[in-house]
């Protein structure tokens, strides 16, 4: 059986997306699945860069792209009132509860279903309520504790969300499930070099900063 850590912040539309397709795109395989929250906006600072909402033609094209592959995949999704919002509440609340499936799926549903204020605070304090946290989300241990994940993220070289890692290789994004599947399958081609190769590639020229 694989082990597959399912790195996630609720911020991300993709990550969503990945989520809810996941049981669907690996049905048949004999796998196990970590779910990790980790900050998306800790992976930009590290890595110098703009979210694709601070983008103003990327934003408008990554909803519509989500909203298309909601609707090309059969997942319900309606864009949450406004985005991005402050994710860091709801990412304590799946540390605080263990994040197992079912507190995952609980979070994401309500800010990616039902078009409200992901970051309402009455919706927040009714979410808490519904899933009972073990340990208190605004804890100083809870909030260590997200912080140390993402930090451990990027030093396994994760820049994105979703990204899910097995036997050391990540696959970001949503269409990355595809040869994650693949992967798991055991496709010849992850033995061939080409994985290895894509990291060799020397680099023609750098844009400075």
């Known amino acids: 059986m694989k ?12 990550a969503y997306l990945a989520f809810e397709k996941l049981p669907e795109a690996l049905k048949g395989l004999s796998y196990e699945v970590d779910y990790q929250p980790v900050l998306f906006a800790g992976f930009l600072k590290h ?7 601070e ?7 990554t909803y519509r792209q989500v909203l298309w592959l909601a609707h090309q995949h059969g997942i319900p999704m309606q864009l949450p009132q406004r985005h991005p919002f402050n994710p860091l509440a709801l990412l304590r609340l799946a540390v605080a509860c263990g994040a197992n ?6 979070i994401f549903r309500h ?17 808490q309520e519904q899933l009972h ?32 890692e ?23 081609w992850f033995t061939q070099g080409h994985w290895e190769a894509a990291a060799a590639l020397p680099s023609g020229i750098t844009r400075s900063r």
């Open 3 to 14: 082990h597959i850590t399912f790195y996630l912040d609720f911020i991300s539309p993709y």
């Open 47 to 53: 890595h110098g860069q703009l979210g694709p909402a």
């Open 55 to 61: 983008i103003a033609p990327k934003r408008d094209w």
């Open 101 to 106: 499936r079912y507190v995952c799926e609980t």
């Open 111 to 127: 800010a990616w279903r039902g078009g409200a204020a992901a970051d309402d605070a009455a919706r927040l304090q009714a979410l």
């Open 133 to 164: 946290p073990k340990r208190d989300p605004a804890s100083d241990e809870v909030k260590a504790e997200l912080k140390a994940g993402t930090e451990a993220a990027i030093a396994r070289g994760l820049f994105g969300v979703p990204t899910c």
């Open 166 to 188: 097995v036997d050391g290789k990540l696959f970001w994004g949503f269409d990355a499930l595809v040869p994650l599947r693949a992967y798991l399958e055991g496709d010849p």
